[in-house]
């Protein structure tokens, strides 16, 4: 099929109603007001449901429901919207919930400004919400990958029963690509044993996380941590990028893997050898990937369009073997190739 | 002819049936029952008339009435 | 003699936790009772709220899923929108229903959602040991208004219902009480009708119930529905405050 010129957030679309979108719930917000706007005129054809909900509170929690029914539902957002949904989010991680909730990065903090972000990483891969849990967070770096990973995200949800994050940012969201629709439209999907259908022929179903009865709460939890380490083992991605005779690793997910990668091909073209380790998963973060190459001749650099947050798990991973440099810029500044070749060539001194 | 039953483990004492009861046919039990309370019971069983009120106004729905 | 009362199907056995003389056990009965009778408990998904009725799952015996507190309109949205063959109902308290999920509450309404709301005010915050609530009467002693509530300083009593009343998406609203067994069974009619109301696709239906919280209120049981019918009612009229689905 020839590919189609399309923005990021129209892929992301795309890759969800490919993967058999019963539901899509929203609010308005730059930079990812695409979304909603393209679903509800696809949905209402297509006789699904679209909400424009009447907060970012009530998208997640309309989610939640649908979900929780054994639908496939969604809502989108970008970043301070993204903070409204966090109370849905711990839900959802609690009730063992599955959905998919993207956040088209912004910049912050508070209100921001509408340029694109990664300001938000640590939100999504170190909780959010409250209690003890992971979302599963996706960070795709191009048009072609809104819609692969979107429509991936939803079976990837519903086995480990956890929600997915898409973490995009204002420019993967805004930019157009061609895009080449790949995949099979899903029309048939696993019967799902613990949702609610109605009592029908069966004892009824309870979808909770108030679990108040001696240790059975801190029996969850551990039962959560168990699915986390089963996530962890499996499903960790990265693409590598000229690792193998590399003296400078970058790691940079999204748009900044992009530039990133520019930057290398330049510092290659002067004889240095650069490459990357760009985390498709953020959670769970590609640590054994890192560790892989973690050498004390190996220098790391994280580059990300905040003040340095992923390059903590960097850090963690390559756990003191290989030094860690940071290069980021906050508020919607965009490092260029340039800064980033910059930064290798003062790494190579 | 007719009559209540009381789940006397059930309830709690709370007294709305004998407060709901036209006929004044019900009574709090001298014994305390497993979960610490005074139950209700049908006391008078010849002047009951099976209207439910009590059943109406029982909040642990740990009446039965027959008739 | 055969039995004319008891247990509804739609009611687990499980004994209601509930405090001496609570009102939530007489609604989550009639609720049963109009389920079984409208022959609906194998469709019937309850969204729960987060307030003393939180463990409803635990005593309806058909499909319930929590919601964080004050979101049950909108988690019946996403469950009804995909899913308009099941029969959804909300259950929800003075504080989840009109102080955090006002927004919910009203916008779920608006958009005439074709489900039951099941509102219970108690005129209090009730698991939480008995707090104001947005329906707190003028002058109530609470844990927070031990000076009774002055409009200067706390704002006045919400009344939904008729807040609700005049947004077009509402259907049927009525104001009901289970302070004795006369209007516990008229309450039954009303939350019957609203459910029969969603069978038909009538749209959004809405019931309040005027309901005694003896422990919060400091009270006996038999206090207690005294105050409901001598005080509380003064505030809070009974009635069908709408239907137009006649």
């Known amino acids: ?349 | 002819m007719a009559k209540i039953t009381v789940n006397n483990n059930r309830c709690k004492g709370c007294g709305l049936c004998i407060n709901a009861c036209p006929k004044k046919c019900i009574s709090f039990s001298d014994e305390i029952n497993k979960i610490g309370y005074h139950y209700a019971v049908l006391k008078n069983e010849k002047d009951c008339i099976g209207c439910g009120f009590c059943y109406q106004m029982c909040p642990d729905v740990c009446i039965e009435v027959f008739r | 003699m055969n039995k004319i009362l008891s247990k509804p199907e739609s009611l687990k056995d499980n004994p209601l936790s509930y405090c001496p003389g609570c009102g939530h056990g007489i609604i989550h009965r009639l609720i049963a009772e109009a389920v079984d009778e409208l022959g609906i408990r194998e469709k019937t998904i309850a969204v729960a709220p987060v307030g003393c009725a939180v463990f409803a799952y635990d005593y309806f015996n058909f499909d319930t899923t929590e919601a964080p507190h004050g979101r049950p309109p909108a988690v019946a949205t996403g469950i009804k929108r995909t899913n308009p063959d099941k029969i959804v109902f909300t259950y929800q308290g003075d504080g989840d229903l009109a102080a955090i999920g006002t927004a919910e509450t009203i916008h779920c309404a608006n958009r005439g959602e074709n489900i039951t709301v099941i509102f219970v005010n108690n005129a209090n915050y009730g698991m939480t040991g008995g707090q104001m609530a947005p329906t707190t009467l003028i002058g109530q002693v609470t844990e927070t208004t031990p000076f009774g509530r002055d409009p200067l300083r706390e704002g006045y009593p919400v009344k939904v219902s008729e807040l609700l009343a005049n947004l077009e998406g509402t259907k049927y609203i009525e104001r009901v009480t289970v302070f004795d067994a006369p209007h516990v069974i008229q309450a039954k009619k009303a939350i019957k009708k609203a459910f029969q109301n969603q069978v038909e696709g009538n749209g959004y239906s809405f019931i309040e119930v005027i309901s005694h919280c003896p422990v919060d209120w400091g009270k006996t049981p038999l206090e207690a529905v005294k105050w409901v019918e001598e005080v509380f009612l003064k505030t809070f009229p009974l009635g069908v405050i709408k239907d137009t689905t006649k």
């Open chain 1, 1 to 349: 099929m020839a590919k189609k010129l399309v923005k990021g957030n129209i892929a992301l679309c795309e890759g969800a109603l490919a993967a058999g979108l019963d539901a899509y719930f929203g609010y308005p917000i730059t930079p990812q007001n695409e979304v909603p706007a393209y679903m509800s005129n696809k949905m209402v054809s297509l006789g699904k449901a679209f909400v424009q909900a009447e907060s970012e509170l009530a998208a997640a929690n309309m989610v939640l429901g649908a979900c929780a029914t054994g639908k496939r539902a969604m809502t989108s957002s970008s970043s301070p919207g993204i903070s409204l949904k966090q109370e849905a989010l711990s839900y959802m991680a609690g009730m063992e919930i599955p959905g998919v909730i993207v956040n088209v990065q912004r910049g912050g903090p508070g209100l921001g400004n509408i340029a694109g972000s990664q300001a938000d990483y640590f939100q999504a891969v170190k909780g959010g919400g409250h209690g003890d849990y992971h979302l599963i967070v996706f960070a795709p770096n191009c048009a072609q990958e809104m819609y692969e990973i979107t429509y991936e995200s939803f079976d990837i949800a519903e086995k480990y029963r956890n929600p997915v994050m898409l973490l995009c940012d204002g420019i993967v969201g805004q930019m157009m690509e061609p895009v080449d629709f790949n995949k099979e439209q899903k029309t048939s999907f696993a019967k799902k044993e613990w949702c609610l259908d109605g009592c029908k022929g069966r004892e009824p179903r309870s979808i909770k996380s108030l679990l108040m009865a001696d240790g059975v709460l801190e029996q969850h939890n551990l039962d959560l941590q168990k699915k986390y380490e089963l996530i962890r083992k499996n499903e960790a991605r990265a693409e590598l990028y000229q690792v193998e005779d590399a003296e400078i690793i970058i790691v940079s997910y999204g748009i900044s893997s992009r530039i990133s990668k520019n930057a290398i091909k330049a510092a290659r073209a002067n004889g240095i050898k650069a490459g990357m380790i760009r985390p498709v998963t953020l959670w769970p973060f590609p640590t054994e990937a890192i560790k892989k190459y973690a050498k004390p001749a190996v220098k790391f650099l994280s580059v990300e369009l905040c003040l340095g947050q992923m390059v903590e798990d960097v850090r963690l991973a390559v756990n003191g073997v290989s030094s860690v440099d940071f290069l980021g810029r906050a508020g919607g500044g965009i490092v260029s190739d340039k800064d980033v070749l910059n930064k290798i060539m003062e790494l190579k001194k």
